[in-house]
């Protein structure tokens, strides 16, 4: 999310007043931060793409809201964390985990791969799939709060004071939580990730396990099917993931997507639906 203040700032007011472009303009250039912060905190794609469709409503409804007294991205890093903090409709936050279920799972999950199974398609593709969706869900096995804080600076790399009034958390306490969780996260990956060299566990092995389990599905691999984005575009996600310590190898080379919930396709059934109305009140 890159600021121009003074032609943002502007943009922000026409979009207060009702101007669609402006409205459009601004919800165009958060969505695939906030698709790819929805992803991380809530694990699957389905629950990504609703919770961005949702944050993008509310964005609108209470732009009026905006005070112009912290940078528009930080505002709206704000709205959307504690959203997705109380997320509560999310497929894993029905069925929460945590990371000794998580290892059991691991430690069970290993079925004999067929061509039947695969229909087809590459193992190496199947496997990436499953990497994909593995990390992401792994995340889950964080409460929401930490799972936040992890996120927001282990793989967006914002800075200690910003992701705490982010999170209405002093510096201090960000950077501790911060420190506590990436510690939890290491340790988990050095013994149970294959790709960090010392794990047990393999994608490629668990393909078999996966597809068993519907977590992946040949016929469907949703990965593959999302655009990637520009690094050049998400400057508050940076290049990609940031590593892990020791543990580079798991995430540094995650990609960011490009939201499949289209900004101008929301506006467009706002503007002709009741809401409208609560965004010219405004």
Same mark, same amino acid.
């Given at each position: ?15 207060? &007043?009702?101007? %669609? +472009?402006?409205?459009?303009t601004?919800?165009?250039? =958060?969505?695939? $931060? ?5 992803l991380?905190? @809530?694990?699957?794609i ?17 732009? &009026?809201?905006?005070r ?23 497929m894993?936050?029905r ?17 004999e ?7 087809? =398609? ?5 496997? +990436?799939?499953?990497k994909?969706?593995?990390?992401? =869900? ?6 929401? +709060? $930490?799972r936040?804080i992890?996120?927001l ?8 004071r ?7 958390? $002093? ?11 990436? %510690? ?50 998400l400057?508050?996600?940076m ?14 080379d995650?990609?960011?997507?490009? &939201?499949? =919930?289209?900004?101008k $396709?929301?506006?467009? %059934? @706002? ?12």
């Amino acid at each position: 999310m890159q600021e121009n203040k003074e032609e943002l700032n502007a943009h922000i007011q026409s979009a207060v &007043s009702g101007d %669609k +472009q402006s409205i459009e303009t601004l919800l165009t250039g =958060v969505q695939d $931060t906030i698709f790819n912060l929805s992803l991380r905190m @809530l694990g699957t794609i389905p629950d990504a793409e609703d919770a961005t469709q949702d944050i993008l409503i509310r964005i609108m409804t209470n732009l &009026s809201t905006f005070r112009f007294e912290s940078k528009f991205s930080t505002w709206v890093y704000r709205l959307a964390s504690n959203y997705l903090i109380d997320y509560k409709k999310s497929m894993l936050a029905r069925h929460p985990l945590d990371f000794d279920y998580y290892s059991y799972d691991l430690k069970a999950s290993y079925t004999e791969n067929t061509d039947e199974l695969i229909m087809g =398609v590459t193992n190496e593709a199947m496997a +990436q799939e499953l990497k994909l969706s593995c990390t992401n =869900v792994m995340l889950q096995c964080f409460d929401p +709060q $930490t799972r936040c804080i992890f996120i927001l600076g282990a793989m967006f790399k914002i800075d200690s004071r910003l992701a705490g009034e982010i999170l209405g958390i $002093t510096p201090e306490n960000y950077r501790q939580k911060l420190s506590r969780a990436r %510690k939890k996260m290491a340790e988990f990956l050095s013994y149970h990730c294959g790709l960090t060299d010392t794990g047990f566990c393999s994608c490629k092995k668990r393909i078999g396990y996966a597809m068993q389990h519907n977590r992946i599905n040949p016929r469907k691999l949703e990965y593959a099917h999302l655009e990637h984005c520009n690094e050049n575009a998400l400057l508050s996600c940076m290049e990609h993931m940031e590593a892990l310590e020791e543990m580079a190898d798991v995430f540094a080379d995650l990609p960011n997507y490009r &939201s499949p =919930v289209s900004a101008k $396709t929301i506006l467009c %059934k @706002l503007l002709k639906s009741p809401r409208m109305k609560a965004i010219q009140d405004y």
